[in-house]
Nanobody, 128 residues
């Protein structure tokens, strides 16, 4: 059974940075659009960013645009989410997953129902 593995979370002060990694042991990410989602306590899971495999396109939610950067390294079979200028409202569990329906990030935010192979998530806490 395929399951993604997220890592790189932690406790960081406001204004700090973290880089999250998304890997899928034994499963190639090359031909999947990969999305990052987050879920804060008491809130619904929301799409943060995604990266297409057919055109390398990217999407960012307005709340993270200009601060987060998604990238993929096919040689390492890993997708990254570089998070800069972190804010307390970025505190959440971050998940990655594969889109089974779209090859591109063009067309709007990542939609949860299009994604599969969810990992356990990695906790990001932004606090002083």
């Amino acid at each position: 059974q395929v399951q993604f593995v997220e890592s790189g979370g932690g406790l960081v002060q406001p204004g700090g940075s973290l880089r999250l990694s998304c890997a899928a042991p034994g499963f190639s990410l090359d031909y999947y659009t990969i999305g990052w989602f987050r879920q804060a306590p008491g809130k619904e899971r929301e799409g943060v960013s995604c990266i297409g495999y057919s055109d390398g396109s990217t999407y960012y939610a307005d709340s993270v645009k200009g601060r987060f950067t998604i990238s993929r390294d096919n040689a390492k079979n890993t997708v990254y989410l570089q998070m800069n200028s972190l804010k307390p409202e970025d505190t959440a569990i971050y998940y990655c997953a594969a889109n089974l329906m779209r090859s591109t990030a063009v067309g709007g935010p990542p939609l949860i129902y299009e994604y599969a192979y969810w990992g356990q998530g990695t906790q990001v806490t932004v606090s002083s």
